[in-house]
């Protein structure tokens, strides 16, 4: 194994241009690579944003008594889906409808009743913020007794559904077209690599060597570079995100870079297509040298 990594030592600065230059090539596959990652997660934070509105309002029948709602607020927290439960009395509601509905503000101020009726405004649980777990609270809320409707805001919630999907098919096509332009990237580079070394190949076989052992190297060789061209695209990828935040005013909670983990990941996915494309390249291309 000492011998493999001394290989791959000198490979590296017998051919310092050549290495430089595959390890570029693969960065910028992989920048295009994180850029649209960027994008992707930034959509993603979006979306999810958008989720946290997902509620379900249960408005109940006037004259129901306060104990009555709270033991059903208990039992209503402890479905799977609910987060939390808000009661909102008469009065609060009128008193909102006051300060966001403008238009109608005047029409609300010389009210002999409250036409507003009380409510239970349940929040969902990130995993369960979709239009099937919402019409299935709301299926269980008009089960008790005291509730007179029940609303989640259906056309919006599915219509965030279909885009939440889009994005998913959207990004795993693009995401996956990325990944194959920079396995082919990595594949050309070691290619060059092995015709660039096919002299001394030929002499390591004809000393007994065998194909594990010349192709050994190679892989070891394409990983190190992929995962260098990982990192050196995760900076690019960092300089673009500060630039444009700068550029554009924007804070760290509208506009995200990666989390660790998914920093991580970028290397690691560096580090899988060197592998990948050092297999490919190798296996094609080594019998014929």
Request: charge should be neutral; charged fraction near 20%.
């Given at each position: ?50 989720a946290e509105r997902v509620e379900v309002v249960a408005f109940m ?88 409707d029940v609303r989640f805001g259906q056309d919006w919630v599915e ?106 990941l970028i290397v690691g996915f560096g580090l899988l297509l060197g ?15």
């Amino acid at each position: 194994m000492r011998l493999t990594w001394r290989e791959v030592w000198h490979s590296f600065w017998r051919t310092p241009l050549l290495s430089s230059l595959s390890i570029i090539m693969i960065a910028f596959s992989l920048y295009s690579v994180g850029l649209f990652g960027l994008v992707a997660t930034n959509f993603r934070h979006t979306l999810s944003d958008l989720a946290e509105r997902v509620e379900v309002v249960a408005f109940m029948l006037r004259g129901t008594p306060i104990e009555t709602i709270t033991l059903a607020s208990e039992d209503i927290e402890a479905f799977p889906e609910v987060l939390s439960v808000n009661y909102v009395s008469e009065d609060e509601a009128l008193a909102r409808a006051r300060v966001e509905l403008v238009e109608f503000r005047e029409a609300y101020e010389d009210l002999a009743t409250n036409p507003l009726p009380a409510s239970l405004e349940i929040r969902l649980r990130p995993q369960f913020r979709n239009a099937a777990q919402a019409r299935t609270v709301a299926e269980r809320l008009r089960a008790f007794g005291f509730v007179d409707d029940v609303r989640f805001g259906q056309d919006w919630v599915e219509r965030l559904d279909r885009i939440r999907n889009l994005a998913g098919i959207v990004g795993l096509v693009i995401g996956a077209a990325f990944g194959l332009v920079a396995i082919v990237i990595i594949g050309v580079t070691i290619r060059m690599t092995v015709l660039h070394r096919a002299r001394e190949i030929s002499i390591m076989r004809l000393v007994g060597a065998t194909n594990a052992f010349v192709r050994r190297p190679f892989l070891i060789e394409g990983t190190l570079r992929g995962v260098l061209g990982g990192a050196l695209a995760l900076g690019m990828s960092f300089a673009s995100y500060r630039l444009f935040a700068s550029g554009m005013g924007l804070s760290g909670e509208s506009f995200v870079f990666f989390t660790p983990s998914q920093a991580g990941l970028i290397v690691g996915f560096g580090l899988l297509l060197g592998l990948i494309g050092s297999l490919i390249s190798v296996g094609r291309h080594l019998r014929h040298v």
